[in-house]
């Protein structure tokens, strides 16, 4: 095959030259064009990695194999370029390429029998039963009382999804999940749970789950015992809480078990639930859905128990109870009874607050406290504790997990912050979650949406509905007139750091929407305006170093991001050191730019040779013309003047370089530092090819890179009489001072480009504008525009001392271009 195209390849040249040029042209046109999209996806990537974007692991792994097509592309292309040349880069490509999929691979569990496991027998494992029903089965292996029960496994999840085919679907939905697009996020968790329900759950699966739900159900002499179907996902109930994330079903009779199995499972995929789990970071595939069945225990009173009523090592207890069963409480909608209890033995009562009597008789809340501490010394840690009190007086636990708590101010090492001495806007509240932050007031009764609460927000609410996880990144706080510390959010709160008061009865009359206030939640008030010594004490952040999906992004983005091949003059810019994708999308990049140099021989059959263009400004510029590019009357010259260039977008943008009042600065003398001549790619006087500016043209297309010291641009872009296919696409990355002031640069640079109209993306210290569907004329106005920003910023970075003086840059630059 090789032998062949090598063939093929003389033979156009000998006897079409102009065949093979345009060939080599239009493969040089895809490679950029895979080459600005390799880009782009980097970033992408490493925008996930840094934070600045939150986005479904399904959704890296997606970029990711956009990505390693994309090089792929560009290699194939160089080859097309250069079939004789760097034959060894695609072998070591695929190196590259073999270590970015393992970094992608999530483990993918076990998906054989038994499907179905008594609670008794699961024995603790939390990979087979999930967290919350290894963590009962442990409370029961502890000698805690819980009710009997059985749980369907994440084997059982995962055979399901395999039989049924539904992985390479969700996945493809899930690949969309990008946080800062909330709505796209509930249109993707709504074709997920349609997805799940439409399914039918294989035999395997089903049979011996309605088995085992009737024979739970069994009631000697007596109607069957409904029964509860509770999410037992593999890592709720543990590192991450996940709090009222997932979907639990009471009330469920034996013939529906099957029916409620699958609504479960659908309810791993709401939107809250996917939210929750990518910013606590995890993969979807690392997350299989349990289900956990045990049978209704009648209720005289329910609730919450915490082991530990704060972050304080010597917190006593508290119990929060409701009549009834508890989901008023968890769900955040009820204000319990609260019993504080001495957290040893004999669990002495110190405080019961309530509202319409008591709830839970003393003697009870003695006896939950003792196992409260069982579990508390079995797991190892504090513990949050669903529990149940049967009219008979029998309690029983039915969860219990580590608590998620935050450090009480007392507690931290910074002193206590300076609260301020006028009267508070509202006062009297209770600490749900702890912490003060401050933000911009908006009632929940206006909100439609969840998704529509902007970032900053200080939202007054009703209740504490577990919905709200879903803007948990971007609440400021949040103060609500119902709910407790025992609700699902106020957990997920805690996790986050996010300062949560409760019990605010005349928060929506006191509050006014629109208005900066400050949250103090652990003093329960909130004060007008940003309180400086409140928020002194940092906000606790959630970390996620440790999470799974943060682990396999630190293996993956060294391998897509890093850049070892920076000079192509270096011995070392080969192949066999390629370390990264990137290596090879720079590889490839500046050996097409070399090949498009030596495109045509000395006898110039075809077209005219890359030729130097003679002018004064200070860099080293060489352009290719593939037709059309200059006029005919410069066929024959071996340098081409600017007046000689006959392309419109090339002509347009010298305009602009090279225009009398283009603010070139003066630069270092190269003879002081011929390093930086070498590094930054032959700008001053430097005349190898390799290092020089470059532009490819035609007579409405030109492709330029200009390498500006320490910082390069590309300029792409089309300028003719169709305004629908005219667009003009502008790069600028690097520079040679430090991040801050390069990132000053960037931002004069955004600000002009936005004022002339460009959509601007930046990204690190890459920037991408760019302009479409626009006339020819305008198309020219901006081309000379870039040629004339482009003079002004080289150095700037350097030169640029503060935001004022660049404030001031970027007016002057304006006004003087914007005649």
């Not at 194939?76 to 970015?100: C, G, M, T």
């Not at 957290?343 to 607050?353: A, E, G, K, Q, T």
């Not at 066999?576 to 720079?586: E, N």
Request: hydrophobic share 50%; aromatic share 6%; charged share 20%.
């Amino acid at each position: 095959m090789f032998s062949k195209e090598l063939f093929r390849r003389w033979t156009y040249q000998v006897f079409a030259p102009g065949v093979l040029l345009r060939e080599k042209y239009n493969a040089f046109r895809e490679l950029l064009r895979f080459d600005d999209l390799c880009l782009e996806l980097i970033a992408a990537v490493e925008d996930v990695h840094y934070g600045a974007v939150a986005a479904d692991w399904a959704r890296v792994a997606h970029l990711t194999r956009r990505l390693r097509l994309s090089v792929s592309e560009m290699v194939e292309r160089l080859s097309r370029l250069s079939p004789s040349k760097h034959l060894d880069l695609a072998e070591y490509a695929k190196k590259v390429d073999f270590y970015v999929q393992m970094a992608l691979d999530v483990p993918v569990g076990d998906m054989g029998a038994p499907f179905i496991r008594s609670l008794a027998a699961l024995g603790g494992d939390a990979a087979a039963g999930g967290g919350k029903a290894a963590n009962l089965s442990r409370a029961a292996a502890a000698g805690v009382p819980v009710p009997p029960g059985f749980v369907v496994t994440t084997s059982a999840f995962r055979y399901f999804l395999e039989a049924c085919e539904l992985r390479p679907k969700i996945n493809r939905q899930l690949r969309r999940v990008d946080l800062s697009r909330p709505a796209e996020v509930a249109e993707a968790a709504g074709a997920i749970r349609e997805l799940v329900l439409a399914a039918s759950l294989p035999e395997e699966i089903a049979v011996p789950l309605s088995e085992a739900a009737w024979a739970l159900a069994a009631v000697p002499g007596g109607a069957p015992a409904r029964l509860a179907a509770r999410s037992s996902a593999v890592a709720e109930d543990g590192r991450a809480s996940f709090a009222g994330q997932y979907e639990s079903l009471l009330d469920v009779a034996p013939d529906d078990a099957v029916k409620a199995y699958q609504r479960v499972v659908a309810g791993k995929y709401a939107a809250k639930a996917i939210t929750y789990r990518t910013l606590t970071g995890y993969a979807d595939e690392e997350t299989p859905m349990a289900v956990l069945y045990l049978p209704m225990v009648p209720a005289a009173a329910s609730g919450v128990l915490y082991t530990r009523d704060s972050g304080d090592p010597e917190a006593p207890m508290a119990v929060y109870a409701v009549p009834g069963l508890g989901g008023g409480l968890v769900e955040g909608a009820a204000s319990p009874e609260r019993l504080v209890l001495s957290h040893d033995p004999p669990h002495f009562l110190l405080d019961r607050m309530h509202l319409d009597g008591p709830v839970l008789p003393d003697a009870a809340a003695a006896k939950l406290a003792g196992q409260g501490l069982v579990l508390e010394k079995a797991f190892g840690a504090p513990q949050d504790v669903e529990w149940v009190l049967t009219p008979g007086r029998e309690l029983f636990v039915v969860q219990s997990r580590p608590m998620a708590v935050e450090a009480s101010p007392e507690a931290a090492e910074a002193p206590p912050p300076a609260r301020p001495a006028g009267r508070a806007l509202l006062a009297g509240g209770q600490r749900a979650s702890g912490g003060a932050a401050a933000g911009t007031v908006l009632f929940a009764a206006t909100v439609l949406d969840v998704d529509a609460i902007a970032p900053g927000t200080v939202l007054v609410t009703p209740t504490l509905p577990t919905a709200l996880a879903r803007a948990v990144d971007r609440l400021a706080a949040v103060v609500a007139v119902a709910g407790s510390r025992a609700g699902h959010f106020a957990s997920v709160a805690r996790e986050f750091g996010l300062p949560v008061v409760t019990g605010a009865a005349d928060a929506f009359e006191v509050l006014t929407e629109g208005t900066v206030v400050t949250v103090d939640a652990d003093a329960g008030t909130v004060h007008a305006g940003r309180v400086a010594g409140l928020l002194a004490r940092p906000r606790q952040a959630r970390r996620d170093a440790g999470s799974p999906v943060a682990a396999r992004l630190a293996r993956l983005v060294p391998l897509l991001a890093s850049l070892t091949l920076t000079d192509p003059s270096s011995p070392d810019f080969a192949p066999a050191k390629v370390k990264s994708l990137h290596d090879v999308v720079r590889f490839a990049h500046e050996k097409a730019v070399t090949e498009m140099f030596s495109l045509v021989g000395d006898d110039a059959r075809g077209m005219a040779s890359a030729r130097k263009v003679k002018s004064a400004l200070p860099m080293s510029m060489y352009i290719l013309d593939l037709g059309g590019g200059v006029f005919e009357s410069a066929a024959a010259d071996k340098e081409v003047r600017p007046d000689q260039i006959k392309s419109a977008p090339m002509w347009a943008l010298w305009a602009g370089l090279g225009a009398d009042d283009a603010p070139w600065p003066d630069g270092p003398p190269i003879a002081d530092d011929a390093a930086l001549d070498r590094t930054s790619a032959g700008i001053f006087l430097g005349e190898d090819r390799h290092l020089a500016s470059y532009a490819v043209i035609s007579d409405v297309y030109a492709h330029v890179m200009l390498r500006f010291g320490y910082h390069f641009t590309v300029v792409d872009a089309l300028c003719g009489p169709k305004e629908n296919q005219n667009f003009v696409h502008f790069r600028f990355k690097g520079g040679g001072a430090d991040l801050a002031r390069r990132t000053l640069r960037l931002s004069c640079v955004r600000r002009v480009l936005a004022h002339f109209g460009f959509e601007v993306r930046v990204s690190g210290d890459l920037l991408d504008a760019s302009l479409a569907r626009i006339p020819e004329h305008v198309v020219q106005k901006r081309l000379a525009m870039l040629g004339c920003l482009l003079a002004a910023t080289r150095l700037l970075d350097i030169r640029l001392a503060g935001e004022d003086e660049a404030d001031g840059w970027v007016r002057d630059f304006v006004a003087r271009t914007d005649r």
